[in-house]
Antibody
Framework: QVQLVQSGAEVKKPGASVKVSCKASGYTFTTYYMHWVRQAPGQGLEWMGIINPSSDVTNYAQKFQGRVSMTRDTSTSTVYMELSSLRSEDSAVYYC???????????????WGQGTLVTVSS | SSELTQDPAVSVALGQTVRITCQGDSLRSYYASWYQQKPGQAPVLVIY???NRPSGIPDRFSGSSSGNTAALTITGAQAEDEADYYCNSRDSSGNHLVFGGGTKLTVL
């Protein structure tokens, strides 16, 4: 069965970086795009970006350009999301999620990781 | 602000029908997908490609789309349907993805 298992909760100081991992299993890792989505406390879902595990090509939301990096390790079927220059507003649950594309290239997310809580506090 | 607009909150009486909408220019070109999220849980896909349901999603959930508006309809809402619902699609450029702000559904 498909599983996305994320790394554990993190507490970081402002200005630091955090790297969250997402280990995929139950399917061929390189055949599905992976996205990162975050959710601040009491807020909605926010798309951060996408990585193609086959080509390593990435595409980031404008808001995170220059501060986020998504990478993958095909030997361990793991994707990583690193966010730098952390500030308090980055405190959120971060999810990895696998996507498919349907009619007209319309995306949808069929499996999600369990989420990783990142707390940014001095 | 989001390029996909949802009503912040909607309520429905138990067993009645409720429609949750999502508006945005990109929906003229792309379908929305819909996610249900309960407190403390990851989102769950309920509708994709306008009106397709993943296996395991009850058939009381249905989707539709017209012009710049996508809609999620729950026919015969149950207590367990009380949750936040989010739409997602491409943004107006087509190059990035975006979520709607979410709709909190209360089942009375």
């Amino acid at each position: 069965q498909v599983q996305l298992v994320q790394s554990g909760a993190e507490v970081k100081k402002p200005g630091a970086s955090v790297k969250v991992s997402c280990k995929a299993s139950g399917y061929t890792f390189t055949t599905y795009y992976m996205h990162w989505v975050r959710q601040a406390p009491g807020q909605g879902l926010e798309w951060m970006g996408i990585i193609n595990p086959s080509s390593d090509v990435t595409n980031y939301a404008q808001k995170f350009q220059g501060r986020v990096s998504m990478t993958r390790d095909t030997s361990t079927s793991t994707v990583y999301m690193e966010l730098s220059s952390l500030r308090s507003e980055d405190s959120a649950v971060y999810y990895c999620t696998r996507s498919l594309y349907g009619d007209y290239g319309s995306p949808y997310f069929d499996y999600w990781g369990q989420g990783t809580l990142v707390t940014v506090s001095s | 602000s989001s390029e996909l607009t949802q009503d912040p909150a909607v309520s429905v009486a138990l067993g009645q029908t409720v429609r949750i909408t999502c508006q945005g220019d990109s929906l003229r070109s792309y379908y929305a997908s819909w996610y249900q999220q309960k407190p403390g849980q990851a989102p769950v896909l309920v509708i994709y490609d306008k009106s397709n349901r993943p296996s395991g999603i009850p058939d009381r959930f249905s989707g539709s789309s017209s012009g710049n508006t996508a809609a999620l309809t729950i026919t015969g809402a149950q207590a367990e349907d009380e949750a936040d619902y989010y739409c997602n699609s491409r943004d107006s450029s087509g190059n990035h993805l975006v979520f709607g702000g979410g709709t909190k559904l209360t089942v009375l």
